[in-house]
Nanobody, 123 residues
Framework: QVQLVESGGGLAQPGGSLRLSCAAS????????IGWFRQAPGKEREGVSC????????YYANYMRGRFTISRDNAKNTVYLQMNSLKPENTAVYYC????????????????WGQGTQVTVSS
């Protein structure tokens, strides 16, 4: 059974850090592009970052560069999103999804995705 499970969310203070994990089962994660998406309250879902099968990474908003880092551990079949210097506007539910056709910042085309993990940044 193909499954993606996000974890690592929670409450963080502004300026703090969280590392989100996206653990895959039922398929080999490195064979697909894996993207992180988020949906903030009252807003549409948007792409955050993606790592391709070849390891090329993409960040879909300027504010992420230098603060967010996506990585993959093939041995653990897991993709991570390290988020540093968190701000209240980073509050959202974060999802990971797989796209066999490559990285895209669009939710369309995802073959499967997880249930999401809540990230709340507040003092």
């Amino acid at each position: 059974q193909v499954q993606l499970v996000e974890s690592g969310g929670g409450l963080a203070q502004p300026g703090g850090s969280l590392r989100l994990s996206c653990a895959a089962s039922g398929f080999t994660l490195e064979n697909d592009a894996i993207g992180w998406f988020r949906q903030a309250p009252g807003k549409e879902r948007e792409g955050v970052s993606c790592i391709s099968t070849s390891g090329i990474v993409r960040y879909y908003a300027n504010y992420m560069r230098g603060r967010f880092t996506i990585s993959r551990d093939n041995a653990k079949n897991t993709v991570y999103l390290q988020m540093n210097s968190l701000k209240p506007e980073n509050t959202a539910v974060y999802y990971c999804g797989r796209n066999p056709r490559g990285c895209t910042n669009s939710w369309d085309g995802l073959r499967s995705w997880g249930q999401g993990t809540q990230v709340t940044v507040s003092s």
